[in-house]
């Protein structure tokens, strides 16, 4: 016997459409999201006590009203403030799936038939010299802060990065009063085939483009400097930052050695190279995983009704690759439609609307596709970036130095997983979140292997921190956690 017949990790666009989809036609569904109100990454409302009802985002005009429903939705049980740990070792089939989940009372089971992934995606985090200095912030961290707590980072603020966003960001610190001293670009625009490519695929995105030129026009009419085939490549300061060192870039987005850099003063750094699937709970669930670098790296692998290798577990929106709104929502749609299918539902509306979603996300991926390869970040330049002191594994204190030395004493090494048992990269706390694509860097240009080949690192039980206390609330014999090895 269940509690439900699906739970949904994750309130964003993907896990929003899919649960009043599910819901909809019939099933019964949890939703859980560690944030307190739905919306996701790009629709983040403020605590509900500080504002009447949810904001509008430039360019999505189906979000606002996706917002609306969502907290309308009381046949849909809402879990906010609550977080997923993982998922129990799978019950005999037919038995459902154990997913534990923390909330302020501590730990707690749900037993559902079928769990939906829509975790969404974090910034991709990049390691340079002084990138743990306070001021030094990722354009999403930037953009929470503003939109949750209207909170600006600092007065004099540099932005770096090749990604859309950090356009957007730049729009929002200068219009609450913060000075845009310079956005250096590494990459200018795509090549002309790129953006005949890209022609194609506009209908229906006009918006979303129009946003971002229109950003770009206010920052040039104020006198921003947008410097492109230029990047930051340290930040200095007392205590926090208040100079930051900027390069040309070569051809092909290379850094020239022994370059003289450009110093400018500011007390804010924001970095913004794109975003990297949160695959942490699929991973410890046991989902295979497939390295695509223009989808942001490691992402879940899933057939086309959105089936992960897990029995009962599915995927929508970025952990399946990050591709933008517009597309998670068209997964969450999908991917609820395939559920109700796979438990039992079959009607020839039923049959109709999922072709219906399949033109729908076919559409999406197009237009997804052509800026995933456009704005690629330049991975090796930014493995290169981090000299010999720089910390690499913020959690266990492991400097670029230490782990090569490591690599270099261990020929035997080639995976980042006995490099983690080696020198405890991605052993802390994050699991590996902040430094997995910068130690895979380091090993895969030692070994001369790609990174896809160093792998990725396995998650464990609970995917987030969690006491004692809080787990010992989940009382009896039941299974144990899904354990991974390394
Ligand atoms: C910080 C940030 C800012 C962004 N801003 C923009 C923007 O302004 N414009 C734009 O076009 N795109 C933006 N993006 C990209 C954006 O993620 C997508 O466009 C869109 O929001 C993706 O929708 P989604 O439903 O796939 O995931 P998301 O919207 O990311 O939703 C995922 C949800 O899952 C929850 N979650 C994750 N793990 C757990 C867990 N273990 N337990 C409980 N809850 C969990 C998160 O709290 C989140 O609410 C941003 C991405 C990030 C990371």
Redesign the pocket.
């Given at each position: 016997m269940t509690d439900h017949d699906l739970a949904i990790?994750?309130?964003?666009?993907?896990?929003?459409t899919a649960a009043l989809t599910a819901s909809r036609l019939g099933l019964s569904v949890v939703v859980?999201?560690?944030?307190q109100r739905p919306?996701?990454?790009?629709?983040?409302q403020p605590p509900a006590n500080r504002s009447a009802g949810p904001k509008a985002?430039r360019?999505?005009p189906w979000g606002h009203r996706l917002v609306v429903a969502a907290e309308a939705a009381d046949n849909v049980e809402w879990r906010y403030g609550?977080?997923?740990?993982g998922v129990l070792r799978p019950a005999p089939p037919g038995e459902g799936i154990e997913l534990v989940?923390r909330d302020d009372d501590g730990a707690d089971r749900i037993s559902v038939r079928s769990l939906l992934i829509?975790?969404?995606?974090?910034?991709l985090p990049v390691a340079f010299p002084g990138w743990t200095l306070p001021g030094v912030v990722?354009?999403?961290?930037v953009?929470?802060m503003l939109k949750a707590q209207d909170l600006l980072l600092a007065r004099d603020v540099v932005l770096t990065g090749g990604h859309p966003?950090l356009l957007?960001v730049a729009g929002l610190i200068h219009e609450k009063g913060g000075r845009v001293v310079e956005l250096a670009m590494p990459r200018s625009q795509g090549s002309l085939r790129e953006m005949t490519r890209a022609l194609g695929a506009l209908p229906g995105h006009l918006g979303?483009l129009a946003n971002a030129a229109s950003t770009a026009a206010r920052l040039v009419a104020s006198g921003t400097p947008i410097r492109s085939g230029s990047i930051v490549t340290a930040a200095r300061g007392d205590g926090r930052v208040e100079e930051v060192d900027v390069a040309r870039l070569g051809p092909g987005n290379t850094l020239v050695p022994d370059q003289t850099c450009r110093t400018v003063a500011a007390d804010g750094l924001v970095v913004g190279y794109g975003?990297q699937p949160?695959t942490?709970?699929a991973r410890q669930a046991g989902c295979e995983l497939r390295w695509d670098s223009p989808a942001g790296g490691w992402v879940v692998a899933h057939d086309d009704e959105l089936r992960t290798t897990v029995p009962g577990v599915y995927v929508?929106?970025?952990?399946s690759g990050?591709a933008?709104?517009d597309q998670?929502?068209a997964?969450?749609q999908l991917a609820a439609l395939c559920i109700v299918h796979a438990l039992g539902g079959t009607t020839v509306e039923l049959d109709r609307e999922i072709v219906r979603a399949r033109r729908a996300l076919r559409h999406t991926n197009r237009f997804a596709s052509t800026v995933q390869r456009m704005f690629e970040p330049p991975r090796q330049t930014l493995a290169a970036l981090a000299d010999a002191d720089t910390t690499v594994c913020r959690c266990e204190g492991v400097t670029r130095e230490r782990a090569e030395t490591v690599i270099d004493d261990n020929p035997f090494i080639s995976s980042i997983g006995a490099l983690k048992l080696e020198c405890r990269t991605g052993m802390g706390p994050c699991q590996g979140r902040y430094c997995e694509l910068t130690v895979a860097g380091l090993l895969a240009q030692r070994r001369d292997m790609s990174i896809d080949e160093v792998g990725a690192f396995n998650a464990q039980f609970p995917?987030?921190p969690a006491t004692v206390g809080e787990l010992s609330r989940m009382a009896g014999d039941r299974p144990s956690p899904v354990a991974q090895d390394g």
């Amino acid at each position: 016997m269940t509690d439900h017949d699906l739970a949904i990790v994750g309130a964003g666009p993907a896990g929003m459409t899919a649960a009043l989809t599910a819901s909809r036609l019939g099933l019964s569904v949890v939703v859980i999201d560690e944030q307190q109100r739905p919306g996701g990454q790009i629709f983040r409302q403020p605590p509900a006590n500080r504002s009447a009802g949810p904001k509008a985002v430039r360019g999505y005009p189906w979000g606002h009203r996706l917002v609306v429903a969502a907290e309308a939705a009381d046949n849909v049980e809402w879990r906010y403030g609550t977080t997923a740990l993982g998922v129990l070792r799978p019950a005999p089939p037919g038995e459902g799936i154990e997913l534990v989940v923390r909330d302020d009372d501590g730990a707690d089971r749900i037993s559902v038939r079928s769990l939906l992934i829509a975790s969404g995606a974090m910034d991709l985090p990049v390691a340079f010299p002084g990138w743990t200095l306070p001021g030094v912030v990722t354009a999403g961290g930037v953009q929470t802060m503003l939109k949750a707590q209207d909170l600006l980072l600092a007065r004099d603020v540099v932005l770096t990065g090749g990604h859309p966003l950090l356009l957007v960001v730049a729009g929002l610190i200068h219009e609450k009063g913060g000075r845009v001293v310079e956005l250096a670009m590494p990459r200018s625009q795509g090549s002309l085939r790129e953006m005949t490519r890209a022609l194609g695929a506009l209908p229906g995105h006009l918006g979303i483009l129009a946003n971002a030129a229109s950003t770009a026009a206010r920052l040039v009419a104020s006198g921003t400097p947008i410097r492109s085939g230029s990047i930051v490549t340290a930040a200095r300061g007392d205590g926090r930052v208040e100079e930051v060192d900027v390069a040309r870039l070569g051809p092909g987005n290379t850094l020239v050695p022994d370059q003289t850099c450009r110093t400018v003063a500011a007390d804010g750094l924001v970095v913004g190279y794109g975003f990297q699937p949160s695959t942490d709970l699929a991973r410890q669930a046991g989902c295979e995983l497939r390295w695509d670098s223009p989808a942001g790296g490691w992402v879940v692998a899933h057939d086309d009704e959105l089936r992960t290798t897990v029995p009962g577990v599915y995927v929508a929106g970025e952990p399946s690759g990050v591709a933008g709104a517009d597309q998670s929502r068209a997964e969450g749609q999908l991917a609820a439609l395939c559920i109700v299918h796979a438990l039992g539902g079959t009607t020839v509306e039923l049959d109709r609307e999922i072709v219906r979603a399949r033109r729908a996300l076919r559409h999406t991926n197009r237009f997804a596709s052509t800026v995933q390869r456009m704005f690629e970040p330049p991975r090796q330049t930014l493995a290169a970036l981090a000299d010999a002191d720089t910390t690499v594994c913020r959690c266990e204190g492991v400097t670029r130095e230490r782990a090569e030395t490591v690599i270099d004493d261990n020929p035997f090494i080639s995976s980042i997983g006995a490099l983690k048992l080696e020198c405890r990269t991605g052993m802390g706390p994050c699991q590996g979140r902040y430094c997995e694509l910068t130690v895979a860097g380091l090993l895969a240009q030692r070994r001369d292997m790609s990174i896809d080949e160093v792998g990725a690192f396995n998650a464990q039980f609970p995917i987030r921190p969690a006491t004692v206390g809080e787990l010992s609330r989940m009382a009896g014999d039941r299974p144990s956690p899904v354990a991974q090895d390394g």
